[in-house]
């Protein structure tokens, strides 16, 4: 079955550093592969996505590229803010699964001043 | 936009006690889901739904029920509750099968003591 793998957390950076969470996945068939972020108190949100190999999803400055090579989907942001901080999920969803999505444990980042 | 509403946002329940927790999209989507997330741990499927009149099991659907009756709705029902279902439980809905992106709502934590 589909299974994805997300780093350890939790993450604690300074602000302005680099942040990458790793994200590797098993899947059968061509998933799209998702970020989505979760704020205090909130439920997720799609943070950005990338439905095909070789595809880069971006957004808010966050950027992950599909590896199918690496089975990867690795999430990064050149320059964090404290209103970075949050858990990340990274998730998949295949087109032979009625929809479902995948789930990785989720990485708690925070970003201190 | 509303998306997707979820009722209540906290409950205490004892334990043996019944409850539904209310779930509702206004974006005419055919696919529901409901999802449990545990402190510190990624999100498990309860039970999901591919359009009004059609359910089925999730990762852990045990103690729970769901019905779809109409596109909107999709209630879960939890019936003799007992301490392992503290958790915050999140609705989803999506707009198509696979490969999309799923939206999902504020959430519901429950307590079960």
């Known amino acids: 079955g589909n299974s994805v793998t997300q780093m350890e957390g939790p993450v604690t950076l300074s602000e302005e550093a680099f942040l990458t969470i790793n994200c590797t996945y098993t899947?059968?068939?061509?998933?799209?592969l998702f970020w989505y972020v979760q704020y205090p108190g909130e439920g997720l949100q799609l943070l950005l996505k990338?439905?095909?190999?070789?595809d880069k999803g971006s957004n808010k400055g966050f950027e992950a590229t599909y590896r199918k090579e690496t089975t990867s989907f690795h999430l990064e942001k050149g320059s964090v803010q404290v209103s970075d901080s949050a858990v990340y999920f990274c998730?998949?969803?295949?087109?032979?699964?009625?929809?479902?999505?995948?789930f990785g444990d989720g990485t708690t980042l925070t970003v201190k001043p | 936009n509303a998306g997707v509403t979820q009722t209540p946002k906290f409950r205490i329940l004892k334990i043996g006690q019944s409850m539904t927790l209310q779930c509702a999209q206004d974006?005419?989507?055919?696919?529901m889901y409901w999802y449990r997330q545990d402190p510190g741990m990624g999100l498990k499927l309860i039970y999901y739904?591919?359009?009004?009149?059609?359910?089925d099991k999730g990762e852990v659907p045990n103690g729970y029920n769901v019905s779809r009756s109409t596109t909107e709705y999709f209630p879960l029902r939890l019936e003799l509750a007992a301490p392992s279902q503290t958790s915050v439980y999140f609705c989803?809905?999506?707009?198509?099968?696979?490969?999309?992106?799923?939206?999902f709502g504020q959430g519901t934590r429950l307590t079960v003591v």
């Open positions: 990338a439905t095909k190999a070789d």
């Open positions: 739904s591919v359009g009004a009149g059609i359910t």
């Open positions: 998730a998949l969803s295949g087109d032979t699964n009625a929809g479902k999505s995948t």
């Open positions: 989803a809905s999506s707009p198509y099968t696979g490969n999309t992106e799923a939206f």
């Open positions: 899947a059968t068939g061509y998933p799209s």
């Open positions: 974006m005419n989507h055919n696919y």
